[in-house]
């Protein structure tokens, strides 16, 4: 226990407007060990990180790297100090490539200034490679999935870390499938070979007890306890973040009619979804799984008129509908929730009540065209505690909230809406265990009074335990299709990670 | 939904944050008032050093004046604010303010009564609201390319209807527009107090103006959610080219005609006024109250200038510099109390 902390943290205070976001939080990390970071949402992870990147200035306490006391007063500083991060919410350049963003503040130039372009690629394909990741370097990022620009974040984050001693983690997997997860913990072993210390947060606590060595646990601001992570059940580690137990759920088959809402049929789009035909039943859950690129958002897009079909038709309710917008398939009674809640998701500078009931806009309208304020709060007051989004008040606007409540009240506007099918993309991104059981729950609820769901989710669990049918899709087909029961989970991960075996 | 409180922790421990966590500074009381506050604080500050520089500034008859003075020009940036909110700009309505104006400035020449020429002010202005709407929603050009281009044509329709002169013998009705009162109030008094009243409350009460700022805050979500972007934003600018329309009304009667260079560079105050008032270029944030203390300290400076004999050379660089100080402070305070 006497080799030197690289990073101690002591008795760390942060203070927002209306509540204490870190309360004395002590916390140290030994060189070469992976230290976990878990505690529900809102209970302060990300706001530790952004003290030690220097976004944010602690009101108390100490921050120690190599023993000495330091002041991080801008991400500079941090950088200087060794320090890497991957944020929680990826921070990239959209507008610029993919190379341009792995090597940003460090661009390959010659000695007059130029870009050494050709140099910067060959690097940049190197990197990409270590994720095999198949995207072309100089495409813009803004392009990308959110996964890919998420492993993009962690390469850059990765490869910073050549000179940097500390890499900070902030859910780095929270949009990644099985396959991108599993070279992440290559890449993190290695990194961990070399003596890099890493900061690990994470709401998959089975990845948490599996890649660390220490488990720090944070609780409404206050550090709870830290364990050797071998000596530790995920049961225990459970009780300490919530408070009490979590059951997992438990698929009570519910109910399905036999009457179709959705009939998708020979749905094309322009290389990115090849002949797709299904159908979804009153009352259905249909998980869909597949690896990075297999298409799934895609799907998802098109059903909702964000990418232009080239051919195929969609019935909503027995009724063909010419789906080429949003309010198109909104009009039938369908919801959305997008994958990516930051561009698509949140209205950042609107409050937590009118990110509730956006949705609800028109119909919460008198006949004078005044909104029923009393109502919608009442409404989104309702949608937050049944959600458990933790918020200083209804009026706080939503960029405030940590990433998980933000996640909760974008998939609240869809429920208040009642529709009767429901698209969910990575529904619980970002959500706690506690609060993702209570969400199952909601889901379960719902769909047995007869909403119809597909469920779009890189977590194979979630999945599972939820659908009636699952569909594992690679390469824009629906490969595979199984019933209830007709799969266990371990086949299903093999299905979906060994995807050349559906190559037929 | 219904209210369905499932679980213990959803009740107790997960809903608003913990009583016992809440930390009253006074710091905070102070951030809960609206952002307005600090402008507010500016305006009168302002005011406390211009009365003492002239001593006429503090008189009602110098209030009413730099009101009426600023009556037009507050008008048309309540348009301006909803454009910005949208995320917009609207460069052309100096443009617009003169050829509607200058139009229903000959029709009332010839006789057409008040109503009418309100109406072919109006209509002048929906017409060109529409065509700068349809062309950044449906064509996609960048706002300020179009409206910099409406800002030409219109002017040049302007000047080729009015053979460049100014237009003077308005009708008696138009006149009275901008300089009659009602029970002692000035109309244009009555009419800037209520055109501010309804945007307000059009902003902040209503799902046309939440979703004005759904748009403006994050254009791709509001689509996703099911908002009417391409409506909500042609909307806007219709907004803003017929509250310019009518600005120049006000302005025609109170000035009793319709000079040929009104409005030229109108657009270059009006945004400044509502950039003052903290509404967001990049649109989703602010709100009209801020504005018409922009409009207010804009206001102001001109008519302190005025009373102090300052040559008008010097009120372009006094008015470049108030607003950059006002808008710096503000900017510092606002960051501060994230
Ligand atoms: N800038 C801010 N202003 C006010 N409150 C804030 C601000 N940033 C964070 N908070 C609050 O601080 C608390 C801790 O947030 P933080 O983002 O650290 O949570 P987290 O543990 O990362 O949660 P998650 O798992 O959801 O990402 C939350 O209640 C959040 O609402
Ligand atoms: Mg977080």
Redesign the pocket.
């Given at each position: 226990m006497h080799t030197a902390n690289v990073l101690e943290l002591i008795g760390i205070t942060?203070r927002?407007?209306?509540?204490v976001?870190?309360d004395q939080v002590d916390f140290s990390l030994l060189p070469g060990e992976i230290h976990g970071l878990v505690?529900?949402?809102?209970?302060?992870?990300?706001?530790?990180?952004?003290i030690l990147n220097g976004v944010?200035r602690p009101e108390g306490g100490e921050i120690r790297i190599d023993g000495q006391p330091q002041i991080i007063t801008n991400p500079r500083d941090a950088a200087a100090l060794g320090m890497a991060f991957i944020h929680?919410e990826p921070t990239l350049f959209p507008n610029l490539s993919v190379a341009e963003n792995l090597f940003a503040g460090r661009l390959h130039k010659s000695r007059w200034g130029f870009l050494r372009n050709s140099e910067q690629l060959r690097a940049a394909r190197t990197l990409l490679s270590k994720m095999e990741l198949s995207v072309d370097p100089t495409e813009r990022v803004g392009n990308l999935r959110l996964a890919e620009a998420q492993a993009i974040e962690i390469l850059r984050a990765v490869s910073d870390s050549a000179s940097a001693r500390i890499l900070i983690m902030?859910?780095p997997t929270s949009s990644l499938t099985e396959n991108e997860k599993r070279l992440l913990f290559r890449l993190i072993a290695s990194l961990k070979k070399e003596g890099v210390a890493i900061i690990y947060?994470s709401?998959f606590l089975d990845e948490v007890l599996n890649i660390c060595d220490r488990i720090t646990v944070?609780k409404d601001?206050k550090r709870v306890n830290t364990h050797t992570a071998k000596a530790l059940s995920k049961a225990d580690l459970i009780i300490e973040m919530v408070g009490h137990g979590v059951e997992s759920p438990k698929h009570m088959g519910s109910p399905v009619a036999d009457e179709v809402v959705l009939a998708v049929s020979s749905l094309n789009v322009k290389n990115l979804l090849h002949d797709i035909s299904f159908y979804l039943r009153r009352g259905e859950i249909v998980g869909i799984c597949g690896l990075l690129g297999a298409g799934k958002t895609e799907l998802a897009k098109a059903l909702f008129g964000l990418l232009r079909r080239e051919s195929g038709t969609i019935a909503i309710h027995g009724k063909p509908v010419d789906v080429r917008s949003p309010r198109d398939v909104i009009k039938e009674g369908v919801g959305f929730v997008t994958e990516s809640r930051l561009t698509e998701g949140i209205f950042a500078n609107l409050s937590v009540r009118e990110n509730t009931t956006i949705t609800l806009l028109k119909r919460l309208s008198s006949r004078l065209g005044l909104i029923a304020t009393r109502t919608q709060r009442q409404l989104a007051s309702n949608a937050v505690s049944d959600l458990g989004v933790?918020?200083?008040s209804l009026e706080?606007l939503i960029?405030?909230?940590?990433?998980?409540?933000?996640?909760k009240v974008v998939l609240g506007k869809w429920l208040l809406l009642n529709s009767t099918i429901l698209i969910l993309d990575e529904p619980t991104r970002?959500?706690?265990v506690g609060a993702k059981r209570e969400i199952y729950r909601i889901l379960q609820r719902i769909s047995a009074e007869g909403t119809s769901i597909l469920l779009i989710s890189s977590e194979i669990d979630e999945i599972f335990d939820l659908s009636d049918r699952i569909f594992v899709m690679y390469d824009g087909r629906i490969k595979k299709q199984f019933a209830r029961g007709e799969v266990t989970k371990n086949q299903l991960i093999a299905y979906v990670t060994e995807s050349t075996s559906l190559e037929t | 939904m219904k209210p369905e409180i499932t679980t213990q922790h959803t009740a107790d421990s997960r809903g608003e944050?913990p009583p016992g966590k809440t930390v009253w500074h006074a710091t905070h009381v102070l951030r809960k008032l609206p952002d307005e506050f600090g402008l507010l604080i500016i305006l009168i500050g302002f005011g406390v050093v211009l009365s003492i520089l002239s001593p006429y500034f503090l008189t009602l008859g110098n209030f009413v004046n730099v009101i009426i003075t600023m009556s037009s020009t507050g008008i048309v940036a309540v348009g301006m604010t909803y454009v910005m909110l949208s995320g917009g700009i609207d460069l052309s309505v100096g443009s617009t303010m003169a050829l509607a104006a200058t139009v229903a400035a000959t029709f009332s020449k010839e006789g057409v009564p008040l109503a009418g020429v309100i109406l072919i002010a109006l209509g002048i202005g929906i017409v060109i609201g529409l065509v700068n709407g349809i062309a950044i929603t449906k064509l996609r050009v960048p706002p300020l390319i179009t409206t910099l281009a409406m800002l030409s044509v219109a002017r040049g329709l302007q000047l080729i209807y009015s053979r460049a002169v100014t237009v003077t013998g308005l009708g008696d009705d138009l006149d009275s527009l901008g300089r009659a009162s009602i029970l002692g109030i000035p109309i244009p008094i009555i009419l800037l107090v209520s055109i501010y009243a309804i945007a307000s409350i059009s902003l902040s009460r209503t799902a046309f103006g939440r979703s004005i700022y759904a748009v403006g805050g994050n254009e791709r979500a509001a689509e996703i959610v099911g908002i009417q972007v391409n409506q909500v934003k042609i909307s806007v600018y219709v907004i803003s080219a017929v509250l310019a329309a009518f600005g120049g009304l006000i302005l025609v009667g109170r000035l009793g005609s319709a000079p040929t260079i009104m409005g030229t560079g109108l657009e270059l105050d009006v945004i400044a006024a509502v950039v003052i008032g903290g509404t967001s270029l990049a649109g989703g944030k602010g709100g009209v109250w801020g504005t018409l203390i922009g409009v207010a300290i804009l206001g102001l400076i001109q008519n302190t200038l005025n009373l102090l004999n300052v040559s008008p050379y010097y009120t372009q660089l006094v008015q470049g510099i108030v607003i950059f100080v006002a808008v710096a402070i503000d900017m510092n305070r606002r960051r501060k109390s994230?």
């Amino acid at each position: 226990m006497h080799t030197a902390n690289v990073l101690e943290l002591i008795g760390i205070t942060k203070r927002f407007p209306g509540l204490v976001a870190l309360d004395q939080v002590d916390f140290s990390l030994l060189p070469g060990e992976i230290h976990g970071l878990v505690g529900e949402n809102g209970a302060g992870k990300s706001t530790l990180i952004k003290i030690l990147n220097g976004v944010l200035r602690p009101e108390g306490g100490e921050i120690r790297i190599d023993g000495q006391p330091q002041i991080i007063t801008n991400p500079r500083d941090a950088a200087a100090l060794g320090m890497a991060f991957i944020h929680q919410e990826p921070t990239l350049f959209p507008n610029l490539s993919v190379a341009e963003n792995l090597f940003a503040g460090r661009l390959h130039k010659s000695r007059w200034g130029f870009l050494r372009n050709s140099e910067q690629l060959r690097a940049a394909r190197t990197l990409l490679s270590k994720m095999e990741l198949s995207v072309d370097p100089t495409e813009r990022v803004g392009n990308l999935r959110l996964a890919e620009a998420q492993a993009i974040e962690i390469l850059r984050a990765v490869s910073d870390s050549a000179s940097a001693r500390i890499l900070i983690m902030d859910e780095p997997t929270s949009s990644l499938t099985e396959n991108e997860k599993r070279l992440l913990f290559r890449l993190i072993a290695s990194l961990k070979k070399e003596g890099v210390a890493i900061i690990y947060v994470s709401h998959f606590l089975d990845e948490v007890l599996n890649i660390c060595d220490r488990i720090t646990v944070l609780k409404d601001g206050k550090r709870v306890n830290t364990h050797t992570a071998k000596a530790l059940s995920k049961a225990d580690l459970i009780i300490e973040m919530v408070g009490h137990g979590v059951e997992s759920p438990k698929h009570m088959g519910s109910p399905v009619a036999d009457e179709v809402v959705l009939a998708v049929s020979s749905l094309n789009v322009k290389n990115l979804l090849h002949d797709i035909s299904f159908y979804l039943r009153r009352g259905e859950i249909v998980g869909i799984c597949g690896l990075l690129g297999a298409g799934k958002t895609e799907l998802a897009k098109a059903l909702f008129g964000l990418l232009r079909r080239e051919s195929g038709t969609i019935a909503i309710h027995g009724k063909p509908v010419d789906v080429r917008s949003p309010r198109d398939v909104i009009k039938e009674g369908v919801g959305f929730v997008t994958e990516s809640r930051l561009t698509e998701g949140i209205f950042a500078n609107l409050s937590v009540r009118e990110n509730t009931t956006i949705t609800l806009l028109k119909r919460l309208s008198s006949r004078l065209g005044l909104i029923a304020t009393r109502t919608q709060r009442q409404l989104a007051s309702n949608a937050v505690s049944d959600l458990g989004v933790r918020a200083a008040s209804l009026e706080q606007l939503i960029m405030y909230l940590s990433g998980g409540n933000q996640q909760k009240v974008v998939l609240g506007k869809w429920l208040l809406l009642n529709s009767t099918i429901l698209i969910l993309d990575e529904p619980t991104r970002g959500i706690d265990v506690g609060a993702k059981r209570e969400i199952y729950r909601i889901l379960q609820r719902i769909s047995a009074e007869g909403t119809s769901i597909l469920l779009i989710s890189s977590e194979i669990d979630e999945i599972f335990d939820l659908s009636d049918r699952i569909f594992v899709m690679y390469d824009g087909r629906i490969k595979k299709q199984f019933a209830r029961g007709e799969v266990t989970k371990n086949q299903l991960i093999a299905y979906v990670t060994e995807s050349t075996s559906l190559e037929t | 939904m219904k209210p369905e409180i499932t679980t213990q922790h959803t009740a107790d421990s997960r809903g608003e944050a913990p009583p016992g966590k809440t930390v009253w500074h006074a710091t905070h009381v102070l951030r809960k008032l609206p952002d307005e506050f600090g402008l507010l604080i500016i305006l009168i500050g302002f005011g406390v050093v211009l009365s003492i520089l002239s001593p006429y500034f503090l008189t009602l008859g110098n209030f009413v004046n730099v009101i009426i003075t600023m009556s037009s020009t507050g008008i048309v940036a309540v348009g301006m604010t909803y454009v910005m909110l949208s995320g917009g700009i609207d460069l052309s309505v100096g443009s617009t303010m003169a050829l509607a104006a200058t139009v229903a400035a000959t029709f009332s020449k010839e006789g057409v009564p008040l109503a009418g020429v309100i109406l072919i002010a109006l209509g002048i202005g929906i017409v060109i609201g529409l065509v700068n709407g349809i062309a950044i929603t449906k064509l996609r050009v960048p706002p300020l390319i179009t409206t910099l281009a409406m800002l030409s044509v219109a002017r040049g329709l302007q000047l080729i209807y009015s053979r460049a002169v100014t237009v003077t013998g308005l009708g008696d009705d138009l006149d009275s527009l901008g300089r009659a009162s009602i029970l002692g109030i000035p109309i244009p008094i009555i009419l800037l107090v209520s055109i501010y009243a309804i945007a307000s409350i059009s902003l902040s009460r209503t799902a046309f103006g939440r979703s004005i700022y759904a748009v403006g805050g994050n254009e791709r979500a509001a689509e996703i959610v099911g908002i009417q972007v391409n409506q909500v934003k042609i909307s806007v600018y219709v907004i803003s080219a017929v509250l310019a329309a009518f600005g120049g009304l006000i302005l025609v009667g109170r000035l009793g005609s319709a000079p040929t260079i009104m409005g030229t560079g109108l657009e270059l105050d009006v945004i400044a006024a509502v950039v003052i008032g903290g509404t967001s270029l990049a649109g989703g944030k602010g709100g009209v109250w801020g504005t018409l203390i922009g409009v207010a300290i804009l206001g102001l400076i001109q008519n302190t200038l005025n009373l102090l004999n300052v040559s008008p050379y010097y009120t372009q660089l006094v008015q470049g510099i108030v607003i950059f100080v006002a808008v710096a402070i503000d900017m510092n305070r606002r960051r501060k109390s994230v």
